[in-house]
């Protein structure tokens, strides 16, 4: 069952799955004539054309926010929705909210996309970062990277740290190739945000057994995988910091 519901987007009812929220993405509303058509049209044709159902409302919802910024009853042109697509692939990367990265993630999820998420303090990237980052990205479509704020930094690695505050970490983490999205949180773990986000994989970096990696559990329990994969050799923080303190 589809649920068209005007400016809160769409709400897809499935037997075997969990219920998938799409938000509205009109930017300007002209005139709503004919967007219920729209969805009905690009919905079906998705779906002849082999898409899912979750990937074909995804397409509708799209659609429809392009007729209700046209005035009167106007169709949707193929080479118009590919731009909008387009667009919205483009823009939907960088520092997110958590509650932006919920929206984000579910949009990706409906577009068929994998969903890696990782976490850590990452307060001076270092190659074995970038490394790192780069196989984690490997393993789905879309990166996640959580970062604890200032604060848990503190409480989790001591005095002087971190070195650097959590908004160059973010911008930083933000212009790397294989980073998609990026968010702080202020707990000690990443488990409020697993809990919201619910990624396919989770993985860690270093030499964590899956039993101890946090939130491991939790993701695995619906259905996710959790993996650890291996920094560079050499490449240490903590090392970095202590050269730093000798001078």
Not at 222 to 230: F, P, T
């Amino acid at each position: 069952i589809l649920i068209t519901r005007g400016e809160n987007g769409m709400t897809l009812l499935r037997p075997d799955s969990p219920e998938l929220h799409l938000p509205a993405r009109a930017q300007e509303v002209f005139d709503v004539t004919g967007a219920g058509d729209t969805v009905i049209s690009v919905l079906a044709a998705s779906l002849a054309a082999g898409e899912g159902f979750a990937e074909a409302t995804a397409l509708a919802n799209l659609a429809a926010s392009l007729a209700v910024g046209k005035l009167g009853t106007a169709a949707i042109s193929g080479p118009e929705l590919r731009r909008a697509l387009h667009q919205l692939q483009a823009s939907g990367r960088g520092v997110m909210s958590a509650e932006q990265l919920r929206i984000a993630v579910e949009d990706a999820k409906a577009h068929g996309e994998r969903i890696v998420f990782t976490n850590g303090c990452f307060d001076i990237i270092h190659a074995g970062h970038v490394g790192y980052l780069a196989e984690a990205k490997k393993l789905g479509d879309r990166l996640i990277v959580a970062i604890n704020d200032d604060a848990s930094v503190h409480r989790l690695k001591g005095a002087g740290r971190p070195i650097n505050p959590v908004e160059r970490r973010l911008a930083v983490l933000a212009g790397l190739e294989a980073v998609d999205w990026v968010v702080s949180f202020a707990e000690d773990t990443p488990e409020n945000l697993l809990r919201l986000l619910n990624p396919d994989i989770l993985v860690k970096g270093g030499d964590y057994s899956i039993e101890q990696v946090v939130g491991g559990e939790y993701v695995l329990s619906y259905g996710g995988e959790v993996k650890s994969l291996d920094f560079l050799d050499d490449c240490s923080t903590s090392a970095i910091v202590e050269k730093m303190r000798e001078g």
